[in-house]
């Protein structure tokens, strides 16, 4: 009967403070912020997370946000640059609730009005932006006349500004551009222009190959030339050496030289006579003289074959 | 104290009551005791299986492609990489003192950007049934990216990555992809007004992508989203309102190429044509010299022998030289001719027809 006892009356104060956490006490989870209200007055900001204690409803009440970043993108509209081009901008954002306290009562806690104000101060931020800028700002084939990261931090400066100044409670971590695009009107022109420059581009490279094919084939037309004058040059002085070294030999014939006339001239006869020649001798050339020399009979033989 | 003694006793009454009465309990009695104990038995194992239940789920398993947070009263049990549960079984406290929290981290994830890309569905593209172009671009529906010589292209992004830091890409985050994709857009955008359109659509295209990755690498890093960029394609072409005109110009860039080609063919052939006959031209010199050299350096030591048995008797030297050089000769020489002199002592007179006239030629040779 006592086990029973102590077991109810257990069970009774689990219940009773299930009961009384429910009423006192709540929990803010992680990447949450929360704000209690006293009468519907902000009280308290709860940026931690954690198990907090409040007073029971209709005393106080507990407003619990998403305190992550999140993400906004603009509405599409049409803006004018500096130099006057029209150009079609859309950003994004990153936000997220800095103060519940001043975040709640300006937007009664709902972040589809918040996210409708910011709407409207990044496009009037944006819009200012543009407008004191040129189309070079946007593209450019140098990087470091591109304005892209300078504008981005403008804007996010000016919308972080005005929400400082009324005090929002919202923090705009970070913001970059998301589309730039030209109006439709504009891209037919822009059409015409690129086709105006690819015939531009296929004339060019038609010249231009062209123009390489010649000066690659003159060029190795020059080469060969050089190259072959180079070659009867080196002939030459090679020649030359063999002459300068044939001086060297040439005293020796000095001791006689009819001899040496008699016995180059010989080599160069013999060299002459070589295979398929036709000779033609009268009787005077030895030994056809003896034809003539030895008394014979016959005086004049018939040619021979 | 006594109270509850006297109720006791007046329990063991009652039992000692029904024991020595079991006659007087009527059948309604009975039949309600019967039911309220065997509502009790389920009521029993109820309890039993809902203790059960709240034991086994204390436990929890997570798996090898991702990590998990136990959120206590809200708040992250640990700090930093400690808070993070790794693969395997592990325990809790009941909902809601602890909640678990599952993030994929091993998971490759993929975000594309066609912001740049005209209007389509997957369908249609992969049907191949897109919807013909229009004379221009809507922007409403039309996406494009403007290039730095201020020309229109389409270009598409993916991105691949995964979680590096669970913590950051999960609770930082209300929609870390979202985030990760307006990265990439920016990153193409900002890549694209950098690039002219032929860079980037020809003559640059994996500068192309890999600036389009860095930047959103930059980009994802100074904004804290936690992740690891593992890869980046983009796949870019001209508006198809100028694909005749790009085949054109893609056409005149080939013949270029092709003409070019030729050219550096015939550059080749001609000075290796031109080094191979100089080459030849400097052999024969080096033959010829050194045939020169040698001969007359041999004429010389030969002129040398001979000079001794010369100056003996020249005249017969030369006569014997010079007949057994010509009987020499006589044997190689293919047709020898012999002409007799005249008998009246003149000359006689000979003619050579050395080679006949072309036919179809008249007197001047044409």
Sequence with gaps: MKKKNIVSVIIGAVIIIIFAMLLFAFQVRYAQVAVVTTFDKPVRNIDQPGLYFKWPWPIQRVYKFDGRIQNIQDKFNETITRDNNDLILTIYAGWKISNPSTFYPKFAGSVPRATEILQGMLRNAKNAVVSSNTLSAFVNPDPRQLRFDEMEQKIQDSVQAQLSTNDYGIQLVFLGFKKIELPQSVTQSVFDRMKGERQVIISSEQNEGAKQATIIKSTADRIATETIANANATAAQIMGKGYAQAATVLPIFEKDPALANYLLRLDALQQALGQKTTLIFDERTPPFDLFTSIPTNAPHAAPAQ | ?366
Excluded at chain 2, 51 to 72: D, M, T
Excluded at chain 2, 323 to 329: D, E, H, N
């Design chain 2, 1 to 366: 104290m006594n109270g509850h003694d006297h109720h006791d006793h007046d329990h063991e009454h009652e039992h000692e009551h029904e024991h020595e009465k079991p006659e007087t309990q009527d059948a309604g009695s009975q039949a309600l005791a019967e039911a309220l104990g065997s509502s009790f038995t389920i009521v029993k194992i109820v309890m039993g299986l809902m203790v059960a239940g709240f034991i086994i789920s204390c436990f929890f398993k997570v798996g090898p492609q991702e990590k998990a947070v136990i959120l206590r009263f809200g708040k992250p049990v640990g700090q930093g990489e400690k808070a993070l549960l790794g693969a395997g079984l592990h325990m809790r406290l009941p909902y809601p003192i602890d909640e678990i929290v599952r993030i994929p981290v091993a998971q490759i994830q993929q975000v594309t950007s066609d912001n740049g890309w005209y209007f389509t569905t997957p369908e249609q593209e992969l049907s191949g049934e897109e919807l013909p172009a229009g004379p221009d671009l809507n922007p409403q529906i039309d996406g494009f990216l403007l290039t730095s010589d201020t020309n229109i292209i389409h270009a598409r992004a993916t991105l691949a990555y995964h979680v590096a830091d669970p913590l950051d890409y999960t609770f930082d985050f209300a929609d870390a992809s979202n985030a990760v994709l307006n990265v990439l857009d920016n990153a193409l955008l900002y890549t694209a007004a950098t690039f002219s359109a032929d860079d980037a659509l020809i003559n640059a295209r994996a500068q192309f992508q890999d600036a389009v990755q860095e930047r959103a690498t930059a980009l994802l890093e100074e904004e804290n989203l936690g992740v690891v960029v593992d890869y980046c394609t983009v796949d870019s072409i001209p508006p198809r309102q100028l694909t005749d005109i790009f085949n054109q110009v893609t056409i005149a860039r080939e013949k270029r190429s092709e003409t070019i080609n030729q050219a550096v063919s015939y550059a080749n052939q001609t000075t290796n044509n031109a080094i191979a006959t100089a080459a030849g031209i400097i052999n024969l010199a080096q033959s010829t010299e050194f045939n020169y050299v040698t001969n007359l350096v041999a004429s010389a030591n030969q002129f040398k022998d001979i000079l001794p048995y010369y100056k003996q008797d020249p005249s017969l030297y030369i006569q014997q030289t010079f007949v057994s050089m010509v009987g020499g000769a006589l044997t190689n020489v293919e047709d020898k001719w012999y002409l007799p002199q005249r008998a009246d002592g003149k000359p006689r007179e000979l003619r050579l027809l050395l080679n006949r006239e072309p036919p179809g030629t008249n007197a001047a040779g044409f």
